[in-house]
T-cell receptor, first 116, second 115 residues
Framework: AQSVAQPEDQVNVAEGNPLTVKCTYSVSGNPYLFWYVQYPNRGLQFLLKYITGDNLVKGSYGFEAEFNKSQTSFHLKKPSALVSDSALYFC??????????????FGQGTTLQVKP | GAVVSQHPSRVICKSGTSVKIECRSLDFQATTMFWYRQFPKKSLMLMATSNEGSKATYEQGVEKDKFLINHASLTLSTLTVTSAHPEDSSFYIC???????????FGQGTRLTVV
């Protein structure tokens, strides 16, 4: 079965410190990989994606993610966290061959708490 | 990026009544939209895939007669929660993708409270 795992329910980091939110996946083939962020009572906002090419992908708000094929991981990172980064983060995958009609498979979500 | 608009953002209804939630793609056409349900601090549960001009595809365990989906145009899908009960109270989110794009864009979500 295809699945996405975010092993940490919550990540706590001090403002200004680097942050990592982990994601691993178990999906056949070479899926598209995504990170989304959700603020309270809001929909999901797209942060970044990996399609092909450089394993380090840069996205919105200073976030980046590193694709590791051998470890089937796609960890989200940011060199210096801001209090405003505190939110719920979702990793997701989509089958490469499904085009824009394919389902997203989501991880469980990780709450990021950045303390001043 | 593409804009997906969801309306209403919050709704309170009485038990036994029906509620309609709209999902619109504002600047692109979407042959497929998705409807999700999200419980507090939990991941999104895919309810159904909405297909323009045809019947929706429901995920296992989702009652199609209770959660009616209509995708009458390339920019609008609606989710109607029929005969709502308190256990239907939840956060409902829609998404759509632009043709040729890999990422999905999400509506703002609808907080449904059934009293």
């Amino acid at each position: 079965a295809q699945s996405v795992a975010q092993p940490e329910d919550q990540v706590n980091v001090a403002e200004g410190n680097p942050l990592t939110v982990k994601c691993t996946y178990s999906v056949s083939g070479n899926p598209y990989l995504f990170w989304y962020v959700q603020y309270p009572n809001r929909g999901l906002q797209f942060l970044l994606k990996y399609i092909t090419g450089d394993n380090l992908v840069k996205g919105s708000y200073g976030f980046e993610a590193e694709f590791n094929k051998s470890q089937t991981s796609f960890h989200l990172k940011k060199p210096s966290a801001l209090v405003s980064d505190s939110a719920l983060y979702f990793c997701a995958v989509r089958d490469r061959g499904s085009g824009n009609t394919g389902k997203l498979i989501f991880g469980q979500g990780t709450t990021l708490q950045v303390k001043p | 990026g593409a804009v997906v608009s969801q309306h209403p953002s919050r709704v309170i209804c009485k038990s036994g009544t029906s509620v309609k939630i709209e999902c619109r793609s504002l600047d692109f056409q979407a042959t497929t939209m998705f409807w999700y349900r999200q419980f507090p601090k939990k991941s999104l549960m895919l309810m159904a895939t909405s297909n323009e001009g045809s019947k929706a595809t429901y995920e296992q365990g989702v009652e199609k007669d209770k959660f009616l989906i209509n995708h009458a145009s390339l920019t609008l899908s609606t989710l109607t929660v029929t005969s709502a009960h308190p256990e239907d109270s939840s956060f409902y989110i829609c998404s759509a993708s632009r043709q040729g794009a890999s990422e999905a864009f999400f509506g703002q979500g609808t907080r449904l409270t059934v009293v």
